[in-house]
């Protein structure tokens, strides 16, 4: 095992910049899925080493060093992971997640806000109740990162199969009312009027079914 070294960079920050190498990492970790990550870190040099290190692992890195363009970037093609600084010029960390979360994106976001400073309890709950998902101190050792990034994949991969259940509406193939969660059967156009991208699975409703089991037992 490689033991990463803390490194000061000529900004003055720190970081454990000695990464495992892939080839010694476990296998559940060189064999996770690739993901698309945006990095949003205004120290240059900093920025360099966790892009090249997510890249080192398979993943798409988009570096960015501000919020702002981060989140045009973000606009034009949403990412699975965003790794941000907290404290940058313009538009910070924060601001950027209460952003993405305000969007309603189908697909989920992970949130990774990195700090050197805020580290109190207050500064975590402001962070979490705008929608932040995970933290990372600073000097951050790089290692940390592959596991937050294991913990992103698995919550990504549930709330994918959750989106998936949810698209399985319950709707009648036969009038064409829809059942919604308190079981109850409203007319199609009310229904989809009160919902976003979802498809549509076949069932038959109490009130037809009725219907057709009267048809069958008369003969009609």
């Not at 950027?96 to 989920?108: A, D, E, P, T």
Request: proline residues 5%.
């Amino acid at each position: 095992m490689v033991e990463p070294s803390l490194c000061v960079l000529p900004s003055g920050k720190e970081v454990y910049c000695s990464p495992t190498p892939r080839n010694l990492l476990s296998p559940a970790v060189s064999n996770l899925t690739k993901m698309n990550i945006i990095v949003a870190e205004d120290d240059s040099e900093f920025n360099g080493i966790i892009t090249q290190f997510l890249k080192d692992l398979g993943h798409e890195v988009r570096a960015f060093s501000s919020a702002d363009d981060a989140w045009v970037a973000f606009g034009t093609e949403p990412a699975d992971v965003i790794f941000s600084d907290w404290a940058m010029p313009g538009m910070d960390g924060l601001e950027f997640c209460r952003r993405v979360r305000q969007l309603h994106r189908k697909n989920y976001v992970y949130f990774i806000l990195a700090t050197g400073n805020r580290t109190n309890v207050a500064d975590h709950d402001s962070a979490m109740r705008v929608g932040v998902d995970d933290f990372l101190i600073k000097p951050i050792h790089l290692d940390e990162i592959w596991r937050r990034l294991a913990v992103a994949k698995r919550i990504l991969d549930f709330t994918r199969r959750i989106q998936q259940l949810k698209s399985l509406l319950p709707a009648c193939m036969r009038c064409k009312t829809v059942r919604d969660d308190n079981h109850y059967w409203q007319e199609f156009e009310i229904f989809i009027g009160e919902q976003q991208d979802e498809d549509l699975a076949s069932y038959i409703c109490p009130d037809c079914q009725n219907a057709v089991e009267a048809r069958v037992k008369t003969g009609a």
